[in-house]
């Protein structure tokens, strides 16, 4: 079974940074697209920014010039890298793949624990 695992969230101040990675565990051997979404209390879950396997971005208006997503491929590991964070930000961030292939198939729509970024004011 393959798993995203989350880590980097925290708390910081409104203008700092955080970067949070995703990596894939257990038999995952190639992932296409992978992609940040990101839940404030109350609110629906939305996209942050995904990424393909070529390294095509895409990103939510909302944090155009602020965040930056990349991947190591070799790693199977997205990251986020997230600056002038604002209090809006705040929300638990989750790492997706639509699908991930594995030596007994494909695994689809695979989603991470979630990691917890709160922005103070």
């Known amino acids: 079974q393959v798993q995203l695992v989350e880590s980097g969230g925290g708390l910081v101040q409104a203008g700092g940074s955080l970067r949070l990675s995703c990596a894939a565990s257990g038999s995952a051997f190639r992932i296409g697209v992978m992609g940040w979404y990101r839940q404030a209390p109350g609110k629906q879950r939305e996209l942050v920014a995904t990424?393909?396997?070529?390294?095509?971005?895409n990103y939510a208006d909302s944090v155009k010039g602020r965040f930056t997503i990349s991947r190591d491929n070799a790693k199977n590991t997205v990251y986020l890298q997230m600056n002038s964070l604002k209090p809006e930000d705040t929300a638990v961030y989750y790492c997706?793949?639509?699908?991930?292939?594995?030596?007994?198939?494909?695994?689809?729509?695979?989603w991470g624990q979630g990691t917890q970024v709160f922005v103070s004011s």
């Open positions: 990424i393909t396997s070529g390294s095509i971005t």
């Open positions: 997706n793949a639509p699908w991930i292939a594995t030596p007994w198939g494909r695994e689809t729509d695979v």
